[in-house]
């Protein structure tokens, strides 16, 4: 084993630096993964490539990025109790405290003790060929998943399962997907999954729909001028029963809101901004539900790995462009684009 390693910063303002770094000795109850596949958020991109936007749990610390990584285990501190070396591991992006109400319950992304830590945004991320993390924070990733599904796993497969578990998609319920990137392709997909009979997307970006299209994510592509009236002419006046806003953007939370049936769910998931609408006629009048969904669990994610194998769901099919790590600058800017699928860092396949 190497004494250095490679890793990537993200200083902010489109930047992209290298820096070398000592490959770090695990240890009590940590492991050291040899990195494989480590793939680009849209929350790198909002919250950290562009500007270094955030606070408490989205402020980033100048640390290695990259909070998607999925690898194999070379080195075992002291104390680790159910991984060993040559275990091919995805890393759950938050480690928490491990104590609290939120971390018992698996969900240490809302762990609020100051010894929370993400990966690639307090502590170092998977942009390297090295990766330090807590053994209770390995998901374990069995064949015949890949390290880059392994790495889609770790956030956004991750929060679209959680989000669609919440509202409780089943075989009764369409389902409308409002912005359709990586995380809207990934709600589609485990959508289907959970038994969704029609995936409804809407985008303004058309690249994206196509793209969605392609890898079977969604039965209807809708560009969002005009949306609201094809998503009812689609479902008999009615709206779809569960919608999910991956987005983040007002115009299409606010449609996903309007496009949920009557009794309807809708589920939050994207990021930043805002929206504002007429409370009565959008959600109250229509007994609508709305979640916010945050990430997810340990547990949830590892009951995910389980069903994508079952469902014959290979995550990685919604990946656009590969890249190595040496490439990361070019990954960072096709990412940014926000045309495309999903943007990889593949360090090793194997
Ligand atoms: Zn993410
Ligand atoms: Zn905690």
């Given at each position: 084993m190497p004494n250095t390693m490679k890793g990537v910063v993200l200083p902010g303002q489109r930047r992209v630096e290298f820096k070398e770094y000592p490959v770090p000795e695990p240890g009590h109850g940590q492991v050291l993964i040899r990195m494989k596949a480590s793939s680009i958020?849209?929350?790198?991109?909002?919250?950290?490539?562009?500007?270094?936007?955030?606070?408490?749990?989205?402020?980033?610390q100048n640390?290695?990025?990259?909070?998607?990584?999925?690898?194999?285990?070379?080195?075992?501190?002291?104390?680790?109790?159910?991984?060993?070396?040559?275990?091919?591991?995805?890393?759950?992006?938050?480690?928490?405290?491990?104590?609290?109400?939120?971390?018992?319950?698996?969900?240490?992304?809302?762990?609020?003790?100051?010894?929370?830590?993400?990966y690639g945004w307090q502590r170092d991320g998977g942009h390297a060929d090295y990766m330090l993390a807590e053994e209770n924070t390995c998901v374990a990733l069995p064949e015949p998943l890949s390290y880059v599904d392994?790495?889609?796993?770790?956030?956004?497969?991750?929060?679209?399962?959680?989000?669609?578990?919440?509202?409780?998609?089943?075989?009764?319920?369409?389902?409308?997907?409002?912005?359709?990137?990586?995380?809207?392709?990934a709600a589609g997909l485990v959508a289907k999954g959970l038994g969704a009979?029609?995936?409804?997307?809407?985008?303004?970006?058309?690249?994206?729909?196509?793209?969605?299209?392609?890898?079977?994510?969604?039965?209807?592509?809708?560009?969002?001028?005009?949306?609201?009236?094809?998503?009812?002419?689609?479902?008999?006046?009615?709206?779809?029963?569960?919608?999910i806003d991956c987005s983040g953007a007002p115009p299409a939370r606010l449609l996903a809101l309007q496009g949920t049936r009557r009794w309807g769910r809708c589920a939050m998931v994207g990021e930043g901004s805002t929206v504002d609408f007429d409370v009565s006629q959008t959600i109250i009048h229509n007994q609508i539900t709305v979640y916010g969904s945050w990430v997810t669990s340990l547990g949830h994610m590892e009951d995910l790995v389980e069903k994508l194998i079952?469902?014959?769901?290979?995550?990685?099919?919604?990946?656009?462009?590969?890249?190595?790590?040496?490439?990361?600058p070019e990954a960072y800017r096709i990412a940014d684009k926000g045309q495309s699928g999903k943007v990889v860092i593949v360090m090793d396949e194997e």
């Open positions: 958020c849209g929350s790198d991109i909002r919250a950290i490539y562009r500007e270094h936007l955030g606070h408490g749990p989205e402020a980033y640390v290695i990025a990259g909070h998607e990584p999925c690898g194999q285990i070379v080195k075992l501190g002291p104390g680790c109790v159910r991984f060993a070396e040559g275990d091919r591991v995805i890393v759950y992006h938050i480690s928490g405290c491990g104590v609290c109400h939120d971390c018992r319950q698996g969900y240490m992304i809302s762990c609020t003790s100051p010894q929370r830590a993400a392994g790495a889609l796993i770790a956030c956004g497969y991750g929060t679209v399962y959680e989000a669609l578990r919440r509202v409780k998609v089943s075989g009764g319920d369409r389902v409308l997907v409002t912005g359709v990137g990586p995380v809207g392709m009979t029609q995936v409804i997307g809407v985008d303004i970006a058309q690249p994206r729909l196509d793209f969605a299209m392609q890898v079977g994510a969604l039965d209807h592509a809708l560009p969002f001028d005009g949306a609201l009236d094809e998503i009812k002419a689609l479902t008999g006046g009615e709206g779809c029963e569960v919608s079952e469902w014959k769901l290979r995550p990685e099919r919604i990946v656009s462009d590969r890249f190595t790590l040496d490439q990361a």
